[in-house]
C-alpha cells in the first residue's frame, strides 16, 4: 500500500511539475554598431527550449511611445503563445517613435537596420534559432505594424512571413502626427520621402507567393480605411494574404486578441516552410 502510494505521489509531483513549465521571459542587451549604443529587448523562450531543436523566431514590434517591454507587460499571454507553437518571440526597442526607419533626416535613428539586421544576427548567434527566412516572421502594432510590413518587404531574405495589427501602412493622411516628420523631414519639404518610405507604396517589392502576409485591423481604428486600402490594392496585385477585421478600436483589448490569430499564421507558415 505504502509503494503504491509513493508511487502515485511521484506521479503526481512529475505532473505539477511538467504541468507548471513555461515560457522564459528574459530582458536581454544587445548592441547595435550602426546607432554604437547598447538596445534591450525582451526574449521569451518557450518551456520546450531545452529540448535542443532549433526554433523559429517570430519578431514582434511595439508602437509608437511603447519600448521593449510592451508586449510582455501589456499582453502577458504571449508565453503561453510561444508554447503553444513551441517559437520563440523577440520584442525589440524601437525607440519612442523610430517608425522603424533608417531616418533620412536623423542619423542616429538606424533603426531598420538594427531590427533587421544586427538585432537577427544577435539573436541568431545567442540562440537555438532556424537561421534563414524560413524560420523567422515579423509583425507587430501601430507603429509596429507598420514597421513588421516595411522590413519584410525590404528584407524578403531575411523574413518570409509578415503581420500587422492596426498598422499605419499608410503615413501619407498623418503628416503631423507621431514624430513622423522627425524621422523623415516634413511631408511639404520631402513629399518623395513619404511617398517612398509608407507600406502601401512598397507593393511593387513583391511578388505573389513572395511573403505570407497577415493583416488585421478593427472598424473602429483610426487607421481602418487605410488598412482596408491595403487589403483592396494586394487584392489588384494579386497577393495573396489574409485580412482580417472585427469590431474594435485602437487599444491592447484589440491586441491581446489579435496577436493569438498572428502567431497561429506564422505557426502555420513555418510548418509549411519546413524542408521534407
Known amino acids: 500500500m505504502n509503494s503504491l502510494r509513493t508511487f502515485f505521489l511521484a506521479g503526481l509531483l512529475a505532473f505539477l511539475h511538467f504541468s507548471v513549465q513555461a515560457a522564459t521571459v528574459d530582458t536581454v542587451a544587445t548592441y547595435s554598431p550602426s546607432m554604437k549604443k547598447t538596445i534591450k529587448a525582451v526574449v521569451v523562450t518557450p518551456d520546450s527550449y531545452s529540448a535542443g531543436q532549433a526554433f523559429p523566431v517570430v519578431y514582434l514590434l511595439h508602437g509608437y511611445s511603447g519600448n521593449y517591454s510592451d508586449w510582455a507587460k501589456k499582453a502577458p499571454g504571449i508565453g503561453k503563445e510561444a508554447d503553444l507553437h513551441k517559437v520563440i518571440i523577440v520584442c525589440p526597442d524601437g525607440n519612442y517613435g523610430s517608425w522603424y526607419f533608417d531616418s533620412p533626416a536623423d542619423p542616429s535613428f538606424k533603426y531598420e537596420t538594427y531590427v533587421a539586421d544586427e538585432l537577427v544576427n544577435w539573436v541568431d548567434g ?13 509583425t507587430g502594432l501601430s507603429m509596429g505594424g507598420h514597421g513588421a510590413l516595411f522590413l519584410a518587404f525590404r528584407h524578403q531574405s531575411v523574413f518570409g512571413a509578415a503581420g500587422s495589427m492596426s ?30 518610405n509608407t507600406v502601401i507604396n512598397m507593393l511593387h517589392l513583391l511578388t505573389p507567393g513572395a511573403l505570407s502576409l497577415i493583416v488585421d485591423c478593427g472598424t473602429e481604428d483610426f487607421f481602418f480605411r487605410v488598412n482596408n486600402n491595403l487589403h483592396d490594392k494586394l487584392l489588384e496585385r494579386n497577393i495573396a494574404h489574409d485580412y482580417i477585421t472585427r469590431p474594435g478600436g485602437h487599444n491592447w483589448n484589440y491586441w491581446t486578441n489579435a496577436v493569438t490569430y498572428q502567431m497561429l499564421f506564422m505557426r502555420q507558415y513555418f510548418d509549411r516552410a519546413k524542408p521534407n
Open 126 to 138: 545567442h540562440y537555438k534559432t532556424i537561421k534563414n527566412r524560413s524560420g523567422r516572421a515579423i
Open 167 to 196: 498598422g499605419g501602412v499608410d503615413i501619407r493622411p498623418f503628416p503631423n502626427n507621431w514624430d513622423m516628420a522627425k524621422r523623415l523631414g516634413t511631408y511639404a519639404q520631402f513629399p518623395e520621402r513619404w511617398e517612398q
